[in-house]
Each structure stands twice: as structure tokens, then as C-alpha cells.
């Protein structure tokens, strides 16, 4: 059923991307989040973050974009050490042609990937995500355009033995993005 409904989103995005003046894209920038996991203690994180993109579609319609991010992770949330994390995402960007020096947009997506810690059995830990943004691209030429936005993801991490009981975190991530494209 997930599949499906993926599919149905997934096929018009890429059907109304021929239609415009679609072209493929690469983007870099940064930002800072907000983790607040559902431990009992309420346990925050507020790391910085990196985010590389490539993708294919309009600036004023849809776009399909395949981000690889990385977090600055220095945390004692699932070891004494917590490292950085590593992390992959699908988004589906369904942008509008409000004027020609603004288009605002809404992306969603899944994500996955792993963040290196330090424990006696396991040196990393698993993760996936879902995503929602918000946001609008700020173009400085036919080529250039500046990004801005919001991001909220539910991530939910792999299960920590912990020899008595096994711990399974989820975490709200609050997301700022601010970053660079160049469209070919």
C-alpha cells in the first residue's frame, strides 16, 4: 500500500517535470536543527548540518532531488561518544511561479542512515526518516538561485541492546536550510 500511494505521488511529479523547463541541478548549503528524542528524559541535540542535492525539474513546478547530508553530531545520546551522522534523502518538491524573484515550495520525502557511535557491540546505528518542508527558491539568474527552508522529520533509529531491555528511540527534528543551486 505504501508503495503505491509512493508510485502515485512519484509518477505525476515526474510526468509534469517533462512538461516544464526541466533541468537537472546541484546544490550545496547548511544549517541547524533541533532533535528532541521520546526518551523519558526528553533528551535534545542541537547539531550543525551539511547537505549536498541533485536533482532534476523546474524551479517553478516539480523537482525530484536526491540530498546527501551529513551532522555534526556530538551527543551522549546512544553512547558516551556519539559521532557524526551520515544520511541519504528522496524528496518530491512541488513548487509555485508566485513572481519571478520567489518561488515558494513544499517537499516531501523519506530518508535513511547511520550514525557512528561507540559501544562495546555495535560501532553504528541505523536510521530512517520521514519529511516534510517548506520553503522557496530566490533565483539570481537562469542558472543560480539561493534556497531557504523548513524542514520537520520524524526519524526513528535501529533498537540498542541494552542486555536487560532493548531501546528504541524516535526523534521530532526542526530543521533551518540555507544553501546554493546551480541549474544546468
Given at each position: 500500500?505504501?508503495?503505491?500511494?509512493?508510485?502515485?505521488?512519484?509518477?505525476?511529479?515526474?510526468?509534469?517535470?517533462?512538461?516544464?523547463?526541466?533541468?537537472?541541478?546541484?546544490?550545496?548549503?547548511?544549517?541547524?536543527?533541533?532533535?528532541?528524542?521520546?526518551?523519558?528524559?526528553?533528551?535534545?541535540?542541537?547539531?550543525?548540518?551539511?547537505?549536498?542535492?541533485?536533482?532534476?525539474?523546474?524551479?517553478?513546478?516539480?523537482?525530484?532531488?536526491?540530498?546527501?547530508?551529513?551532522?555534526?553530531?556530538?551527543?551522549?545520546?546512544?553512547?558516551?561518544?556519539?559521532?557524526?551522522?551520515?544520511?541519504?534523502?528522496?524528496?518530491?518538491?512541488?513548487?509555485?511561479?508566485?513572481?519571478?524573484?520567489?518561488?515558494?515550495?513544499?517537499?516531501?520525502?523519506?530518508?535513511?542512515?547511520?550514525?557512528?557511535?561507540?559501544?562495546?557491540?555495535?560501532?553504528?546505528?541505523?536510521?530512517?526518516?520521514?519529511?516534510?518542508?517548506?520553503?522557496?527558491?530566490?533565483?539570481?539568474?537562469?542558472?543560480?538561485?539561493?534556497?531557504a527552508n523548513y524542514e520537520y522529520r520524524f526519524t526513528s533509529y535501529e533498537s540498542v541492546d541494552l542486555i536487560?531491555?532493548?531501546?528504541?528511540?524516535?526523534?521530532?527534528?526542526?530543521?533551518?536550510?540555507?544553501?546554493?543551486?546551480?541549474?544546468?
Amino acid at each position: 500500500m505504501k508503495k503505491a500511494i509512493f508510485s502515485l505521488f512519484l509518477l505525476p511529479c515526474l510526468l509534469n517535470a517533462f512538461s516544464y523547463d526541466a533541468k537537472f541541478y546541484m546544490g550545496m548549503g547548511g544549517g541547524v536543527q533541533y532533535e528532541k528524542f521520546t526518551d523519558e528524559k526528553k533528551t535534545h541535540n542541537t547539531p550543525a548540518f551539511g547537505a549536498l542535492k541533485f536533482g532534476y525539474g523546474d524551479r517553478r513546478a516539480y523537482a525530484v532531488e536526491f540530498d546527501i547530508n551529513y551532522v555534526d553530531n556530538k551527543s551522549s545520546i546512544f553512547s558516551k561518544n556519539d559521532k557524526e551522522r551520515y544520511g541519504m534523502d528522496i524528496m518530491f518538491v512541488k513548487a509555485y511561479n508566485f513572481t519571478k524573484f520567489l518561488y515558494p515550495f513544499f517537499r516531501a520525502g523519506i530518508g535513511a542512515g547511520e550514525m557512528k557511535v561507540k559501544r562495546k557491540l555495535e560501532s553504528k546505528i541505523a536510521y530512517s526518516s520521514y519529511n516534510l518542508g517548506a520553503g522557496a527558491f530566490f533565483p539570481l539568474s537562469g542558472h543560480l538561485d539561493i534556497e531557504a527552508n523548513y524542514e520537520y522529520r520524524f526519524t526513528s533509529y535501529e533498537s540498542v541492546d541494552l542486555i536487560a531491555q532493548k531501546l528504541k528511540l524516535q526523534s521530532h527534528i526542526n530543521q533551518i536550510y540555507l544553501g546554493v543551486n546551480y541549474r544546468f
